[in-house]
């Protein structure tokens, strides 16, 4: 399984992006997909989840209600809307795949890892 991030780079505080997450070897339809980020000097913090099959997904308290993360089926790939960006979101994101379908929020549970892009959010 491979996960191809991208979509990360510099914006101003309030601004918005949107990352994607382009997978290959596995059909994300029936797999749970998460979002985390690390900043310097922090640890992995766990962001966004959607699940496989019916869509359920799961936010970071520190990004409910500025981040929403979907899935595309057709395009094999899940997307994460960030909205209202504050320097404090600055970190690398990465996308990760479960085995298994349901959301999950602890990096523990994800097997599989994509390279991470890079968020700079300026004030």
């Known amino acids: 399984v491979q996960l191809q991030a991208s979509g990360g780079g510099l914006v101003q505080a309030g601004g918005s992006l949107r990352l994607s997450c382009a997978a290959s070897?596995?059909?994300?339809?029936?797999?749970?997909m998460g979002w985390f980020r690390q900043a310097p000097g922090n640890e992995r913090e766990f962001v966004a989840a959607?699940?496989?099959?019916?869509?359920?997904?799961i936010y970071g308290d520190s990004v409910k209600g500025r981040f929403t993360m979907s899935r595309d089926n057709a395009k094999n790939t899940v997307y994460l809307q960030m909205n209202s960006l504050k320097p404090e979101d600055t970190a690398v994101y990465y996308c990760?795949?479960?085995?298994?379908?349901?959301?999950?929020?602890?990096?523990?549970?994800?097997?599989?890892w994509g390279q991470g892009t890079l968020v700079t959010v300026s004030s």
């Open positions: 070897g596995r059909t994300l339809s029936t797999t749970g």
């Open positions: 990760a795949a479960r085995k298994g379908y349901s959301a999950r929020s602890a990096a523990s549970e994800y097997d599989y």
């Open positions: 959607i699940s496989g099959g019916p869509i359920f997904e």
